[in-house]
């Protein structure tokens, strides 16, 4: 429907006593040009694709294995944080953060995980990469869970209703934030949210 505006001429008013039906033919035209130049946008921007996030040891909606369950507190999984993966950052990215939080704990939720300055060139991080020291290598600084500990610890809740655990990979507009090796997560989150250009996110549950 779009075709008569791809070129001008047939988008030409005619210079005679029908000026009405020119007018109305020179808006229909401009109109539908707007249209065109949106669908392309839109068709390069779908092109580009879509920031997402995947795991090969997360499915979303899936339940958390043993490996990347807590040791302690009742719990005896291996807690070795999960391998990670994303792609299509938007435009502007210079590094990321990742988080892992717990919103059904009780009060405020449970903080799990929480990763920033991991370099822009880097888009994904191996299983295990807070306890082998991968993320230490790579320059990225982690958080204290709210477990007390300093890098990833996995789910652990009362026994009960199985709770959400939403792992989050940010795309950020800095290189570096400004953030103590082992401050408390909540506060990285802070800092991470203010420098977020978009986010990608996976949901897995666990309960026992």
């Known amino acids: 429907m779009l075709a008569p505006c ?21 808006t229909t035209c401009l109109v539908g040009a707007g249209l065109t130049v949106v669908a392309l946008a839109c068709a390069n921007a779908h092109a ?9 040891d997360f499915r979303d909606g899936g339940r958390v294995a043993a490996p990347q369950v807590f040791n302690d507190n009742g719990c005896t999984g291996a807690n070795r944080s999960p391998q990670l993966a994303w792609r299509n950052p938007p435009a ?13 704990a009780p009060g405020r939720g449970w903080w799990h995980w929480a990763v920033a300055n991991i ?11 807070s306890a082998s020291g991968t993320i230490t290598k790579l320059g990225a600084l982690e958080a204290r869970n709210d477990f007390g500990s300093t890098g990833y610890g996995g789910p652990c809740p009362p026994p009960g209703k199985p709770h959400r655990y ?30 977020a250009l978009g986010s990608a996110r996976i949901t897995v549950m666990y309960g026992r």
Do not use: W
Request: charged share 15%.
């Open 6 to 26: 791809i070129h001008a001429r047939a988008c030409s008013p005619l210079l005679s006593a029908r000026s009405l039906r020119a007018i109305g033919a020179r």
């Open 48 to 56: 580009q694709g879509t920031f997402a996030l995947s795991s090969a």
């Open 92 to 104: 502007g990215t210079r590094s990321y953060a990742v988080t892992v939080f717990d919103p059904d």
């Open 119 to 129: 370099p822009a060139r880097v888009n994904a991080l191996a299983e295990n990469a």
């Open 166 to 195: 939403i792992v989050t990979v940010y795309a950020l507009g800095v290189d570096k934030l400004a953030l103590p090796a082992d401050g408390p997560a909540m506060a990285f989150d802070h800092e991470i949210h203010g420098a």
